[in-house]
């Protein structure tokens, strides 16, 4: 992403960072081995739901292979990643540097990717052979085979970020920078004794500085936290570097996690077939021709398109073609269409499939089921938040010569429609019923847009599935590695106290859980601007949920004000990573748009203020 970050949710590390590369022909056997698991985690589960919901005869083994591949495929995407430059990362700082500092200060943050996967080679293997003695209780094998993606998977991404440092680099860059590591290194291990009796300045020195001066270098994010931790672990305390290796495999080993490769395909599957298109077709013939009409097409699209794809950019990239023409005829200034488009995408980010609320639910331990049923909900709230705004400023809108669809025309759109338009609800009802959970649903909305796909919308090539194959792969390993090293950076979070003593200052604040609340909005809506949405997530909802329910506050009522605060910041300018993809979409300057977008955050902003003080528009559905 130019000027501001590369992004998370499909397409998102795909067509929008500017600096994406393609892949390499080297890497063509690991993609193809990628995409086969891909399609061997979704056949293996339309197999478990098949075998327990059509004849009753659950497979004790599936959910052992279904983890197998999951973790082979995480670290194979990862390595996908990296050889297409797709991690998600800050390059708002490192785009304001002349050139010359500029092409340092990524070197510098090559070799810093290099040195954090060097330091977790022999720590891997350490892993695995511990993994070898533990057996799986159904496949009888042991678990090394696993563990061992780990390994595999840090080796690969070594030899690639190296690969790519000594392709590109210029040689006086690369030895300074690697000088300068070794240095700060050198410094950090005579220190050891010193730091170990630091208490909290480690987390201040480690977990903060060495995250934050990763960040502004450009380091991606899932690195960030990961040289952080390390660090700390190694320079501050005698805890075994296998350890970190054991959490970050936990954060990316949870069953409920599966889903999330599926969700992204399922996007794809959306943007390849048109089914999000037909779903804006039909939306503008019943509302095009009433003032404001386009303003609510697009808030709705968004509401919907998104309750296929789970995914912010997938989404605005759908609407924003088929709509901003029109909306340009009508006399809308391009600046208040990115900041609807941005805005918009913010509010659909709870309608489910969401990808952060199967990630927040995993990692809070919170029902998929409510935060499922509760997400349409608050979308809700939000959409009359924008759409009163939108109306308002319609006042002006040109007019002239706009026509009511005629029935028939409308008929047409519906028919063309219905099948996309079922599937949203379809995935609600399945997982907010309790009928299914999100990872069986996600095989069967996948099966159900291919066949749908095929049949009615034209239907995808061998080749282009293929690559969405690979595509799925690769972003779901970027969003997986960030997940493995979040969760390891809040557990040695925990592992200092802080948790514990940050919860008895939050019980003594004044105003209890409307304090409590507050803190919560402000935090999460610049750790949105900072970091996007699911590193937040994973680094803050270990140390924040167990606050909250002392507090008394709902799981489901604090999610939502959690993910609302999150992505009003992921959209907040100067920093706000959704504003600038937003810009690009639509082609649009940043700068032009920044001013229009207030308005419509403020909008968001009273809206969030209301679901943080009613939690009754949470927890009513439950």
Not at 49 to 72: G, N, Q
Not at 336 to 359: C, E, K, N
Not at 609 to 617: E, F, R
Request: proline content about 5%; aromatic content about 8%.
């Amino acid at each position: 992403m130019t000027g501001a970050a590369d992004t998370l949710t499909i397409p998102e590390n795909l067509s929008e960072n500017a600096d994406a590369r393609p892949g390499s022909p080297i890497m063509r056997p690991v993609e193809m081995v990628a995409a086969a698991l891909v399609a061997v985690v979704i056949c293996v589960l339309l197999l478990g739901v098949t075998s327990r919901y059509v004849f009753s005869l659950p497979f004790v083994w599936i959910d052992e292979v279904a983890s197998l591949c999951f973790i082979w495929l995480a670290m194979l995407g990862s390595a996908i990643a990296i050889d297409r430059n797709e991690h998600l990362r800050l390059s708002l700082f490192v785009g304001m540097m002349p050139p010359r500092l500029r092409a340092f200060v990524e070197t510098a943050a090559l070799v810093a990717i290099a040195a954090f996967l060097a330091g977790l080679v022999d720590p891997a293997i350490e892993y695995a052979v511990e993994e070898s003695y533990v057996t799986s209780a159904a496949l009888n094998i042991p678990m090394s085979w696993r563990a061992s993606a780990i390994a595999a998977g840090i080796v690969l991404m070594l030899l690639l970020t190296l690969r790519y440092v000594f392709r590109t680099a210029r040689l006086g860059d690369l030895a300074l920078a690697a000088a300068l590591i070794g240095a700060a290194g050198l410094a950090f291990w005579l220190l050891g004794p010193t730091l170990r009796g630091l208490g909290y300045g480690n987390i201040l020195i480690f977990l903060l500085g060495v995250v934050a001066l990763c960040l502004v270098a450009g380091v991606p994010i899932a690195f960030c936290f990961g040289l952080g931790t390390l660090c700390f672990l190694v320079f501050s305390t005698n805890v075994p570097v296998m350890v970190m290796v054991g959490r970050m495999d936990e954060g990316m080993s949870s069953l409920i996690l599966l889903s999330v490769p599926i969700f992204v395909l399922l996007g794809c599957i959306l943007d390849a077939t048109g089914m999000g298109k037909a779903i804006v077709d039909f939306l503008a013939s019943m509302l095009g021709h009433v003032r404001a009409g386009m303003s609510y097409v697009l808030l709705g699209s968004l509401f919907l398109v998104s309750g296929i794809s789970g995914s912010k950019v997938s989404d605005m990239a759908t609407v924003a073609p088929a709509l901003f023409p029109e909306m340009k005829r009508r006399g809308y200034k391009p600046k208040d269409l990115i900041a609807l488009l941005s805005t918009g995408a913010a509010m659909a980010d709870t309608v489910p499939p969401s990808i952060v609320l199967i990630v927040l639910g995993s990692v809070a331990g919170v029902s998929i089921a409510g935060l499922f049923n509760a997400g349409f909900v608050i979308a809700g709230v939000l959409l009359l938040a924008l759409a009163g705004l939108a109306r308002w400023k319609a006042m002006a809108e040109e007019m002239r010569g706009v026509r009511r669809a005629p029935l028939a025309f409308i008929g047409k759109t519906a028919l063309i429609a219905a099948p996309a338009l079922v599937l949203p609800f379809l995935i609600r009802a399945a997982v907010g019923g309790g009928v299914a959970t999100a990872t069986e649903v996600s095989t069967i909305a996948v099966l159900y847009a291919l066949v749908i796909g095929m049949v009615l919308y034209g239907g995808i090539g061998r080749q282009r599935f293929y690559a969405m194959l690979v595509e799925t792969a690769a972003l779901s390993g970027a969003i997986l590695m960030i997940l493995g090293t979040a969760l390891a950076m809040a557990w040695a979070l925990t592992q200092t106290g802080f948790a514990r003593d940050l919860a008895s200052f939050m019980a003594g604040l004044p105003g209890g859980w409307l304090t409590f609340m507050a803190l919560t909005i402000v935090v999460f809506m610049i750790l949105g601007c900072v970091l996007e949405g699911l590193p937040a997530i994973v680094l803050m909802a270990p140390l924040m949920f167990p606050i909250a329910r002392n507090l008394g506050i709902n799981d489901v009522h604090y999610s939502m004000v959690v993910v609302t605060a999150m992505n009003i910041g992921l959209m907040a300018p100067p920093i706000g990573i959704g504003f600038y993809i937003a810009c690009k979409i639509g082609n649009v300057s940043p700068d032009e748009a920044m001013g229009a977008i207030w308005p419509y955050l403020i909008a968001l902003l009273v809206g969030l203020v209301v679901i943080a003080l009613v939690p009754g528009l949470s927890t009513w559905v439950l």
